[in-house]
């Protein structure tokens, strides 16, 4: 069965620090990725996705993910976290061609940036 | 912007009622989905929906169903509630017949459920 693995439930960092976010999926197929945040008192939304291209994918607010396919791994980074990153943050799979569209979900990784 | 409207953002019950939880979108997507979010176990599928008056089991149907009579509205419901039935319930929405899934979810706010 799929399944999509954070590594860091919670992490701690001070403004302007840099941030990566592990996760990996276990599924041999073709697979779309997605980070979901999660901001406190807010709806999920999406950060970024990708499906395919190049590998390296920017989202919003200047977050960007690495799809190493070798590694089955999707990480999240940021070079410099503000206060307002502070969430939670969400790796999700789609692993096509199954006969269905079900997404996995990992999860999550509690943020919290110290000002 | 889609919006995804769930009926109530807190909800208490008592064990053994029938519960009802309300989903309306606004953007015509064909799939809707209902979740719940449990601390350190992320996003469970519970039940989803391709179209109308289809649906499909999740990871963890067991103890709800669910109803697809319009495009807009997904409803989940709890057929006898139990208190391992607590929890924070998502209701998502996506593009696409059955759901290319290149299409990321659109989500509500959410519902927390307690049951006493």
């Known amino acids: 069965a799929q399944s999509v693995s954070q590594h860091n439930h919670h992490v701690i960092l001070s403004e302007a620090a840099s941030l990566e976010l592990g996760c990996n999926y276990s599924?041999?197929?073709?697979?779309?990725l997605f980070w979901y945040v999660q901001y406190p008192g807010q709806h999920l939304q999406l950060l970024l996705k990708y499906f395919s291209g190049d590998p390296l994918v920017k989202g919003i607010k200047g977050f960007e993910a690495e799809f190493i396919k070798s590694k089955f791994s999707f990480n999240l980074r940021k070079p410099s976290v503000q206060w307002s990153d502070t969430a939670e943050y969400f790796c999700?799979?789609?692993?096509?061609?199954?006969?269905?569209?079900?997404?996995?979900f990992g999860a999550g990784t509690r943020l919290f940036v110290k000002a | 912007d889609v919006k995804v409207t769930q009926s109530s953002r807190y909800l208490v019950k008592r064990t053994g009622e029938k519960v009802f939880l309300e989903c309306v979108q606004d953007m015509d997507h064909e799939n809707m989905f209902w979740y719940r979010q449990d601390p350190g176990l992320g996003l469970r599928l519970i039940y989803f929906s391709y179209d109308v008056k289809m649906k499909e089991k999740g990871d963890i149907p067991e103890g709800y169903s669910v109803s697809r009579e319009k495009k807009e509205r997904f409803s989940l419901i709890l057929e006898s509630a139990s208190t391992n039935q607590t929890s924070m319930y998502l209701c998502a929405s996506s593009w696409g017949i059955r759901g290319p899934s290149n299409q990321p979810q659109h989500f509500g706010d959410g519902t927390r459920l307690s049951i006493l």
């Open positions: 999700a799979v789609n692993a096509v061609n199954t006969g269905g569209f079900k997404t996995i």
């Open positions: 599924y041999g197929g073709t697979v779309n």
